[in-house]
């Protein structure tokens, strides 16, 4: 028989002891979840979020209950990683008294829901307490590179889609040793929204014929030169390089290779700042449509690499006979104004064949 002081100091230990609530379950079907974005608002800009529930159901589930019950409004990014990873989401950090206890709030709510998705790039992932698989809750971490050592070891509930140049640049504020940012950016609000349509990419309807009404105007550093296209040639090459403009995929590259009498060559993305997600998803390899075009001065052609079908976007323009290039290299235009402009870009100092000084393409408008 126990004792009745036993039973007694047993029953008040009970009593003092916690109960450990039950993993949050999302109350939502798997098809009200499906494609839905977090719209992220912060004081840096605005990100978009593809929410992944077939991944991470009860993640997505809470994820969104806290979104649209403002939860997240007036929190912040309270732990950054250079090029590495961004965290926020806690509600301590509302409070910037309580900035020495931030990241320990809104924990403890979630059962891990591991998947095979890598943590690539733009991947969203939720944070957990040290040694504590089951501890998922409001935190959360957007990767700004891949991080591949966190595989199978946190649950990834979505992809940003647009604004990977926000996550970036919130993970290269000014921060301390601990990567605690030396001024507040704030998570203003998060909006739960339906994917919109896929917008359709200009020129994909438009035929040979109508490709061939199009011009484009290079304006670069030393003055503009306006091309007309080979549709009948090299259509989806001509439909690239008008998408790409329309783009702005070309927009601040530079003339990175003149060879005198030979040709000059732009258009290469690594010359640059970074590309868009948007931009990003415009590039993309074009099988080879060589054609009987002659490469003499004037021509507008894709440059490669050792494979066919490995144009992308640098291009260059003929400035002498070629014949080297030809049925090698896919010829889709020619210089009709600004002829002079291409023989001034020729003429510039080089060191082997990069211009000394940078020559830029500042913009391609497009025109009929």
């Not at 940012?181 to 994909?204: G, H």
């Amino acid at each position: 028989m126990t004792p009745p002081f036993l039973t007694a100091v047993v029953a008040l230990l009970l009593a003092q002891t916690p109960r450990t609530a039950a993993p949050f379950t999302t109350p939502l079907t798997l098809a009200e979840m499906t494609a839905k974005q977090a719209v992220v608002e912060t004081s840096a800009g605005t990100f978009v979020i593809d929410l992944r529930p077939d991944l991470a159901p009860n993640h997505v589930g809470y994820f969104i209950k806290l979104a649209r019950s403002g939860a997240y409004d007036g929190t912040i990014f309270h732990r950054v990683v250079r090029l590495g990873i961004i965290q926020g989401g806690d509600p301590l950090s509302k409070d910037p008294a309580k900035a020495k206890v931030y990241g320990t709030g809104g924990l403890g709510v979630l059962k891990a829901e591991i998947s095979r998705e890598h943590h690539t790039r733009g991947a969203v992932s939720a944070v957990l307490q040290p040694g504590k698989p089951d501890s998922a809750g409001a935190q959360f971490f957007v990767c700004v590179t891949d991080q591949p050592a966190l595989d199978a070891n946190y649950t990834i509930f979505g992809k940003v889609s647009e604004g990977i140049d926000v996550v970036q640049k919130i993970s290269e504020a000014p921060a301390d040793a601990s990567g605690v940012p030396a001024t507040r950016v704030e998570i203003r609000s998060i909006a739960i929204r339906d994917t919109p349509p896929p917008e359709p990419e200009p020129f994909a309807g438009d035929s040979p014929a109508d490709l061939a009404n199009y011009k484009a105007t290079l304006d670069t550093s030393l003055g503009p030169i306006t091309i007309e296209f080979f549709a009948d040639k090299a259509p989806e090459h001509v439909r690239n390089f008008l998408r790409l403009a329309a783009g702005g995929v070309f927009d601040g590259t530079t003339f990175h290779r003149v060879v005198r009498g030979f040709v000059v060559q732009t258009g290469s993305v690594t010359t640059r700042a970074a590309l868009s997600q948007k931009q990003s998803r415009l590039v993309r390899p074009l099988q080879p449509e060589f054609n009987d075009t002659r490469h003499v001065k004037g021509i507008v052609s894709m440059a490669r690499g050792d494979d066919p079908a490995s144009a992308t976007t640098s291009f260059f323009i003929v400035t002498g006979d070629a014949p080297s290039l030809d049925g090698k290299y896919t010829a889709f235009g020619r210089v009709i104004d600004g002829l002079t402009v291409v023989e001034a870009i020729e003429q510039v100092p080089v060191n082997g064949e990069t211009p000394v000084n940078r020559i830029e393409l500042t913009a391609v408008r497009v025109q009929k």
